[in-house]
């Protein structure tokens, strides 16, 4: 997956490299998971993120963003232990999940800074805010690591199931900074999205994250 990450981001460059308003950058910040519905269990997972992006800036207020963010995280469950007719030939010790996740997101922005601000204060001239809406696609790849121990010869063993699926959108709100200097720029970002799919206890337990909030700081250039 970090190979498709490098892959995706070189495509898009060059396929860009000679647009006008067009700018490319990387952030990296802290990520996290939580169920929106139960706020008293808090975050879920912590995560660090790095994440890549593409920029269009129109000559009025709006701006388009596509990005792609890679992070990981791993976490415990307890093993079921399952009923059936035939009796099991092991005792669940352990599980533990590994993600690893590509988010790919598409951002619409308004510009909220203020004209005659940037007029009388040359230090604001070079500053942008933006609030926008968002939606993000996440590519996960999960791998469960289960722990036994087999009842024949006392054995303990791991066992490794492995998925990789699109597995869920979510849509939120984000705001963004830029401060630029001649073709460079200092970027920052927060972002909250939700998953409609994800609320009420109808919910299915793969859903239970069923919202991202992210800090990001980075850079980025002009091309």
Not at 115 to 130: E, Q
Not at 162 to 178: E, K, M, P, V
Request: proline share 3%; aromatic share 14%; with cysteine.
């Amino acid at each position: 997956m970090k190979y498709l990450f490098s892959i995706i981001l070189a495509l898009l460059i060059v396929q860009t490299a000679g647009a006008q308003g067009i700018s490319a950058g990387l952030r990296t910040g802290l990520g996290n998971t939580f169920d929106i519905t139960s706020a008293r269990e808090g975050v879920k997972n912590n995560y660090w993120e790095k994440q890549l992006f593409l920029r269009y800036e129109t000559k009025g207020r709006l701006a388009f963003e596509f990005s792609t963010t890679q992070y990981n995280y791993t976490y415990d469950e307890v093993p079921q232990i399952l009923e059936t007719f035939a009796p099991m030939d092991h005792e669940p010790l352990a599980l533990r999940i590994q993600n690893n996740n590509i988010d790919f997101g598409l951002s619409v922005q308004y510009d909220l800074s203020c004209p005659a601000l940037r007029d009388k204060c040359a230090i604001m001239k070079n500053f942008r805010s933006y609030l926008g809406v968002t939606a993000v696609a996440i590519l996960n790849e999960r791998t469960e690591i289960a722990t036994n121990r087999y009842y024949k010869d006392g054995r303990v063993a791991e066992s490794r199931i492995r998925q990789t699926s699109i597995n869920d959108l979510q849509f939120g709100i984000n705001h963004t900074t830029n401060y630029s200097f001649n073709r460079f720029f200092l970027t920052s970002t927060v972002t909250m999205t939700i998953s409609p799919w994800g609320i009420g206890s109808f919910a299915p337990a793969a859903y239970t994250e069923n919202s991202m909030f992210n800090l990001r700081i980075g850079a980025g250039y002009i091309l």
